[in-house]
């Protein structure tokens, strides 16, 4: 298209002064031609060769799209560019393009194949930027392309493209729901995600896809809430309000005994944070035995990861942590929030008319929360009139017998307001706060009367309704009033206080009894220029009066009725037919007639004043339905609590046994460790022996790690305290991002908080295998194991230069289970790094096989033997490290003894081992090699020299060796193995062999078949290992099931398929066997 | 989420409108000027309106209205908070968000919006990020780019909204290192008829302007932490060593930014630094009144009380204001029945007075209530509360920073009820 060939001469010609210039000639004279062919300027501009001209266009067509003009008619030469390699015109290409391509989708596709390309840009955020946009055209031809785009993008190595991805799943739901399954499949695996950047999004498609597969939650629950801190603003709170929703389907009640726990709440649940393990545990006992309700400790841990948001500055972070915290919390701990909400009024209008609303109905159901911030409720003569009301509600519901008397004081203060319908507004709320603290009932009561009196019509109206409303409480008492009331009727004029007074005389007729016939008597004068409400209380008073004086009011009523009867409304016609029926007796009427003095002076019970946010709060706070009070469209109903708690084991994700920590004694003294936590250098035997080590470690940049230290490789004491010298050197230096907010409370957090900062999912794992490495060599060495063994569990030279390496790992084993025991003695607490150790120590140990690199006869009396030490090589990770061991059997010195000429196959490399110089006769000289071997099989060919001689040899690696371990949790591996499925997945039966019954020679055989490490399973009839290879860092994932008998199923997942098969055939020989 | 947005100015122009969705029409907009209508005042339309296919949700700003459409249930406030924030950005951008500002600047505007908003969901709001992919207009850079053709996109890509830190760029370079702070204290208060203080309270904030190099990590301690009763911070403090030390500890944003704003805890009792006098009444039956307030230095900590400004709203039954001020000068609007009294600075010595008639509607009723004044003042070097900065460390850079704390104490909503 134009674009590309322009592209190269635009640098040159766009920077002379002249080019500019005919950028406006075009322009200005498409004004004048623009009457018969709109645009064409803009067109030829988009046609030109110059950048520069394309932007002008492109600018001005993005000013008709703000204002709302139609620019469709320019859809193909806008889509030509969007190639375009200026990045500001491609960006407002995009933008038109996502205007517009729904009206002219034929010609959108054109631009598609634009950001396929995009797709498999190496930058990630070009990546993320044509999947943004690619799925922004919503054209349902591309659905299919969509939905591959996301699926790709959903297991892209960088965040963020994964962030783009989650945002996508809306956009392609709205444009096709049927793709719903696969959809949800997709979120389903970013929401394992453990990226804080992805967390948001995600949980936003699921709210926006999938609101009711609460089920898809269980297993994220705990990350979720652990990564909420470091979440951006608008992610958390979508995952609040999510998580509510979910706490409520949960979780029990926390309010459910609350007559029980009245007496404790204070000491129970206050501050529960800070108060150390010991208390809790003890209290938590206490309440046990007083009441069957515990606090899940989700629930709790989602409650305390919330509750630092309050102070957001972020006002609908601070809203929905409220809202959260009122639907969740024991009713002790919701006053926390209460503060928060108050500074939120200082904030703009549009945020006070929200909050207040919310205010409002908290406040009708826990008065005292905002009890002590009353004054912040008081209304300045500035407020909208909105707020002035919403805070005028509040004040009311806060109202009670001790603060009663500063509220009426504040309200007289409102009443002289000039805002009318706020004064209103206030005598509604002094009539609200008369009905409910009857102690100044009276005061009130006579404060409204003076208002009566007042020379503002609407004021004296309100009044009238408010009074007539007091009234019905005590009538007995107040005649004076209502006597004061006839008299006003005839100088105000508003209908509803006018019908108000009416009906309060015909009421209370007895308490009047001379005022009232007379009152009738002015109102059936002017009864044809009333309002249908007062004509109405006419009638009614007329009647009321006939009931009760007839004497006096039989003329009048009749004379009333008869107007009516001829009334315009047929409302009243009806009324004075009925009434004339009812008391006037004749003939016709019958039993009724009897008991019409019942029917109309009935004891009628008083009104009650109430709030118009009473109920409001069975919709979930802050929500739009809530401010609405009406359901908005895609509400999700805030679930009631069930009544059994659903099974809370769904929320354990990957049950590795050394994370989970069943005694809250030991979550406590975690939390409260430093986070910089110096411990680690100086930890002696005895400390080490808690797994403070690995746990107080938090963000680990991955970058300042050295190679991933060998799993298996026993360090010397002193080497391990070297390293963890330098790392602690390496980690101060480095950028600490937010490491304080890290220390969150249980040990899952410092897991995440470490796998979020990493780079990228590589040298996380790296990291995370040295931590668990060294919590297990901390366990190890920490244990006073019993003295007979400890030689052995130390060994200090390197696995191969031992004489006989296979004894090695059934020493080992022993050793560990001595410690294992002993721990269990001792408190249980450490069994499980001690497990760690020997699932990651034994394959290594068991695994050194020797093989023939040289016989001595083929090497006239030089013998070689080599064999895979399992060791990273150093300087190079890609390369797997050969252990070579010549001995000389001649009876001369060997001399030079050195690689020479290594023929690599392409791609190859070989790092030689150092010249030996001299090796005298009968003696044995070990040296390591690097060879990297491509991920293949191939043999690596090279020649040993001697002074004297060459000999030709091959070194052909097992598959086996061609892979390093990885340390992952179930989780991981799960994730991991649902990316590689299909193609990339082998299945094979195996008998097992005798021997291979037992889990333990399982396990062994199968890491001395290839380099794997052992990756924690549910399941007991499952083994997962996981390693990758050295070269390419590829994942290979190995799941061995049983089954009945002595068969059994294996699974590899890799995306190296030759590696894969090649793989399922040496291990079922070796289990076989 | 957010499916349109349409910018209205006071007359009622549609004069923006960006769609993340499909298309909405304009005449969705009818239902608003329809609340609009009914509300009289621009302060009191609804924050939400309910229409029959979509809600409507708007703040009002510098003028202009954002309306923002919305189809499905989202909470109210993260509507609002967003639109806010587009609005602060409009005004870290251009200086001021006007009509004319936005007008001038359509396509950043859009370019802007495209970036904050992804199918309705915030995406970038961090000014940090967005001053990287979309680079502010200045005068310089529109003429270098008439001239080299080069553009207001940022053409690398922001390192920050990958990073762990997402508030702060990389490889900031600056000559001179600065940070400064501003501690600014507001005291909110409602003086009653005699007097006496019905309701103070003091709410602060603490601006920073951070210019340094590298990634500089910061922390700030008090002398006096404990009067911060209830605080509010910006992403970056770590909450943690707030809670145990009570030190804000951070690594700062770039440039411009609010790090703390804070309640100073109820039980201090609140210095009020003026006072009021006043004689404010109306006559029944001759149609005018006196108008009579003198404002007095009390409380000031032996600073000056300077930028004294006194507004009042009059009574709608007032014509006009007759007036002599000792200090400063006066002006009345009859149209809004605004007076506004700008005095200055406080002298001890003679006190500023306003002093006049009130002519009144002939035949109206008198007012019913006095207008209640207010007052705005400033104080420099002062913090009302008494909040002190101890000390500023940073950690993470070599350079040794330039560092300044001001201190300010204003009134916030200060009100004398007569």
């Given at each position: 298209m134009a674009a590309s060939p322009a592209y190269g001469e635009e640098k040159g010609g766009s920077s002379s002064l002249g080019e500019p210039e005919y950028g406006?000639?075009?322009?200005?004279?498409?004004?004048?031609?623009?009457?018969?062919?709109?645009?064409?300027?803009?067109?030829?501009?988009?046609?030109?060769?110059?950048?520069?001209?394309?932007?002008?266009?492109?600018?001005?067509?993005?000013?008709?799209?703000?204002?709302?003009?139609?620019?469709?008619?320019?859809?193909?030469?806008?889509?030509?560019?969007?190639?375009?390699?200026?990045?500001?015109?491609?960006?407002?290409?995009?933008?038109?393009?996502?205007?517009?391509?729904?009206?002219?989708?034929?010609?959108?596709?054109?631009?598609?194949?634009?950001?396929?390309?995009?797709?498999?840009?190496?930058?990630?955020?070009?990546?993320?930027?044509?999947?943004?946009?690619?799925?922004?055209?919503?054209?349902?031809?591309?659905?299919?392309?969509?939905?591959?785009?996301?699926?790709?993008?959903?297991?892209?190595?960088?965040?963020?493209?994964?962030?783009?991805?989650?945002?996508?799943?809306?956009?392609?739901?709205?444009?096709?729901?049927d793709q719903k399954d696969q959809l949800i499949e997709v979120i389903e695996k970013l929401l394992a995600d453990k990226t804080t950047l992805v967390a948001g999004s995600v949980v936003m498609a699921f709210e926006e896809v999938c609101p009711e597969r609460i089920d898809l939650i269980h297993k994220n629950y705990r990350k979720l809430c652990n990564l909420l801190i470091d979440v951006e603003e608008w992610g958390q709170v979508v995952i609040i309000n999510m998580l509510t929703r979910y706490a409520r389907t949960q979780f029990l009640s926390p309010n459910q005994n609350e007559s029980l726990l009245e007496e404790n709440t204070e000491k129970a649940f206050y501050g529960s944070e800070e108060e150390d393990g010991k208390d809790a545990k003890a209290e938590a006992a206490m309440l046990a035995k007083c009441k069957p309700y515990v606090m899940d400790p989700d629930h709790r841990l989602l409650l305390r990861n919330t509750k630092p948001l309050l102070q957001s500055r972020n006002a609908a972070v601070v809203m929905a942590v409220a809202q959260l915290y009122f639907h969740l919390a024991p009713k002790a701990e919701v006053g926390v929030i209460a503060k928060a909400l108050v500074r939120l009024l200082r904030s703009h209008s549009e945020v006070q008319y929200v909050v207040l609303q919310n205010v409002a109905t908290m406040s009708i159901k826990?008065?005292?929360?905002?009890e002590p911030y009353l004054k912040s409720f008081y209304i300045r003569s500035t407020d909208p009139t909105q707020i002035k009301i919403l805070k005028l509600e509040v004040l009311t519901n806060l109202a009670n017998e001790t603060n009663i008397s500063t509220i009426l004081r504040e309200f007289q203060t409102y009443i002289r307001s000039m805002d009318k319908d706020f004064v209103a507004a206030t005598i509604q709320a002094i009539g609200r706060c008369?009905?409910?603290?009857?102690?100044?009932?009276?005061?009130?009561?006579?404060?409204?009367?003076q208002l009566l009196s007042n020379r503002d019509e609407l004021v004296v109206a309100e009044s009238v309704v408010v009074i007539k409303k007091l009234l019905q409480m005590q009538p007995a008492q107040h005649s004076e009033i209502i006597k004061h009331m006839a008299k006003l009727t005839d100088n105000i004029q508003v209908p509803m206080a006018r019908a108000s007074i009416l009906w309060l005389i015909g009421e209370y007729c007895e308490h009047v009894p001379k005022i009232a016939p007379d009152v009738l008597r002015k109102m059936a004068k002017s009864f044809t220029n009333e309002e249908d409400i007062v004509k109405l209380q006419v009638i009614n008073l007329a009647a009321k009066l006939y009931l009760t004086n007839s004497k006096q009011s039989k003329l009048l009523t009749q004379y009333v009725l008869n107007l009516a009867k001829y009334d315009q409304n047929y409302d009243i016609r009806d009324r004075a037919r009925f009434i004339r029926q009812l008391i006037v007796p004749t003939e016709k009427s019958g039993a009724l007639n009897k008991y019409a003095k019942k029917l109309f002076l009935a004891q009628k019970p008083a009104p009650i004043l109430e709030s118009s946010f009473k109920d409001r709060d069975h919709f979930q706070l802050g929500s739009l339905s809530h401010l609405l009070n009406a359901k908005a469209v895609g509400y999700q109903e805030l679930p009631d609590w069930p009544d059994e708690a659903p099974d809370p084991s769904v929320r354990n994700v990957e049950v590795p046994e050394w994370t989970k920590c069943t005694s809250r004694e030991k979550r406590k003294e975690k939390v409260e460790k430093p986070f910089y936590s110096d411990s680690e250098g100086e930890s002696g035997p005895t400390e080490s022996a808690d797994s403070t080590p690995w746990e107080g470690r938090g963000v680990l940049p991955a970058k300042t790690l050295p190679q991933p230290p060998e799993l298996a490789s026993p360090h010397s004491p002193s080497e391990e305290e070297e390293e963890e010298e330098r790392e602690k050197k390496a980690k101060k230096k480095a950028p600490q991002g937010r490491k304080g907010r890290a220390e969150t409370s249980s040990e899952e957090a410092s897991t995440s908080e470490s796998s979020s900062s990493g780079s990228d999912s590589g040298s996380e794992a790296e990291a995370k295998q040295r931590k668990v490495m060294r919590a297990g060599m901390g366990g190890c060495t920490g244990i006073p194991v019993p003295p007979i063994e400890l030689p052995i569990s130390t060994p200090c030279s390197p696995p191969a230069a031992r004489p006989a390496p296979r004894r090695f790992p059934c020493l080992i084993w022993m050793t560990v289970s001595g410690c294992l025991k002993y721990a269990n003695c001792c408190g249980g607490a450490l069994s499980s790094p001690c497990c760690l150790l020997v699932q990651l120590l034994s394959p290594a140990f068991s695994a050194v096989k020797t093989y023939e690199l040289l016989h001595r006869m083929a090497g006239e009396g030089l013998a070689v033997e080599y064999c895979f030490s399992r060791r990273p090589f150093p300087g190079d990770p890609h390369m797997v490290a050969v252990q070579i061991q010549i001995s000389n059997n001649t009876d001369t010195e060997v001399k030079n003894l050195r690689v020479n000429e290594p023929k690599p196959l392409s791609g190859m490399r070989i790092q030689e081992f150092p010249e030996i110089e001299h090796l005298a006769p009968g003696d044995t000289a070990s040296v390591v090699m690097g060879i990297d071997f491509c991920d293949s099989t191939q043999a690596a060919n090279f020649q040993l020299c001697t002074h004297t001689r060459q000999f030709y040899v091959s070194i052909q690696p097992p598959v086996g060796e061609l892979m390093a371990p990885v340390f992952m949790s179930e989780n991981e591996f799960k994730k991991e193995q649902g990316k590689l499925m299909g193609m990339s997945e082998i299945t094979e039966k195996l008998m097992l062999s005798e021997k291979c019954q037992s889990d333990h020679t399982i396990v062994q055989q199968l890491t001395s078949a290839a380099n794997v490490g052992r990756v924690p399973c549910g399941a007991s009839n499952e083994y997962r290992f996981a390693a990758k290879t050295v070269t390419s860092g590829s994942l290979v994932l190995i799941t061995l099931e049983r089954r009945e008998g002595s068969t059994a199923q294996l699974t590899i997942n890799s995306e190296k398929m030759v590696i894969g098969t090649m793989l399922v055939k040496d291990i079922i020989q070796a289990l076989a066997q | 989420?957010?499916?349109?947005?349409?910018?209205?100015?006071?007359?009622?122009?549609?004069?923006?409108?960006?769609?993340?969705?499909?298309?909405?029409?304009?005449?969705?907009?009818?239902?608003?000027?329809?609340?609009?209508?009914?509300?009289?005042?621009?302060?009191?339309?609804?924050?939400?309106?309910?229409?029959?296919?979509h809600y409507l949700i708007s703040i009002y700003r510098d003028k202009i209205f954002f309306v923002s459409v919305i189809q499905t249930e989202v909470p109210p406030l993260f509507v609002i908070e967003f639109l806010h924030r587009v609005a602060d950005t409009f005004q870290d951008y251009f200086g001021e968000c006007s009509e004319t500002a936005i007008k001038d600047n359509v396509v950043i505007v859009y370019e802007l919006l495209e970036e904050m908003l992804d199918n309705g969901f915030p995406l970038a709001t961090e000014s940090n990020i967005l001053k990287e992919l979309i680079k502010p207009p200045t005068i310089l850079r529109s003429v270098v780019n008439s001239i080299t053709g080069s553009s207001n996109v940022g053409d690398t890509l922001p390192t920050g909204q990958l990073s762990n830190i997402p508030w702060r760029r990389a490889g900031v370079k600056y000559t001179n290192n600065e940070a400064y702070f501003d501690v600014i204290e507001e005291i909110d208060a409602i003086i009653d008829k005699s007097g006496s203080t019905v309701f103070a309270e003091i709410q602060g904030v603490i601006d920073s302007c951070i210019k340094l190099s590298g990634m500089p990590d910061l922390s700030l301690s008090f002398m006096n932490p404990r009067l911060l009763d209830d605080v509010s911070f910006h992403p970056c403090i770590r909450f943690k060593r707030w809670e145990s030390e009570r030190v804000l500890s951070f690594i700062p944003p770039d440039g411009n930014f609010r790090l703390i704003s804070y309640r100073v805890s109820s039980q201090n009792l609140v210095a009020i630094p003026v006072y009021v006098k006043h004689m404010i009444s109306f006559k029944e039956n001759t149609s005018s009144g006196r108008f009579d307030v003198t404002i007095g230095p009390k409380q000031n900590m032996g600073k000056t009380v300077e930028g004294v400004v006194m507004t009042v709203h009059m009574p709608k039954a007032v014509l006009n204001m007759n007036l002599t001020a000792t200090q400063g000068s006066y002006t009345f609007d009859p149209v809004t029945k605004v007076l506004t009294w700008d005095v200055g600075k406080i002298t001890p010595q003679k006190l500023p007075n306003l002093k006049g008639m009130v002519n009144l509607q002939s035949g109206a009723p008198k007012p019913e209530e006095n207008p209640s004044l207010n007052i705005q003042f400033k104080i420099q070097q002062l913090a009302i509360s008494g909040l002190k900065v101890n000390r500023l460390d940073m950690y993470g850079e070599k350079y040794k920073p330039f560092k300044g704390v001001k201190y300010i104490t204003k009134a916030g909503k200060f009100q004398v009820r007569t």
């Open positions: 406006h000639d075009p322009a200005s004279g498409g004004i004048f031609s623009s009457d018969y062919k709109r645009h064409d300027d803009l067109k030829e501009m988009l046609d030109s060769n110059k950048d520069s001209l394309k932007l002008e266009a492109m600018k001005r067509i993005v000013a008709m799209i703000a204002r709302g003009k139609n620019a469709s008619d320019l859809f193909p030469a806008v889509v030509k560019n969007v190639a375009c390699k200026n990045i500001e015109v491609k960006k407002l290409v995009y933008v038109y393009l996502v205007r517009y391509a729904e009206e002219q989708q034929d010609l959108a596709l054109l631009s598609i194949s634009t950001f396929q390309r995009g797709l498999k840009d190496p930058n990630q955020l070009i990546r993320a930027s044509a999947l943004r946009v690619l799925s922004s055209i919503r054209v349902p031809i591309i659905v299919p392309i969509m939905m591959l785009a996301i699926k790709e993008a959903a297991s892209d190595m960088s965040p963020y493209v994964r962030k783009t991805a989650a945002h996508a799943i809306p956009k392609l739901y709205s444009l096709d729901s826990r008065r005292g929360m905002f008369a009905t409910n603290i009857g102690k100044v009932r009276d005061t009130c009561l006579n404060g409204l009367v | 989420m957010i499916h349109s947005l349409f910018l209205i100015n006071c007359s009622g122009d549609i004069f923006l409108e960006k769609h993340w969705k499909s298309v909405v029409s304009q005449s969705v907009c009818d239902y608003f000027f329809e609340a609009q209508e009914k509300a009289i005042d621009v302060e009191n339309v609804p924050p939400v309106i309910s229409t029959p296919h």
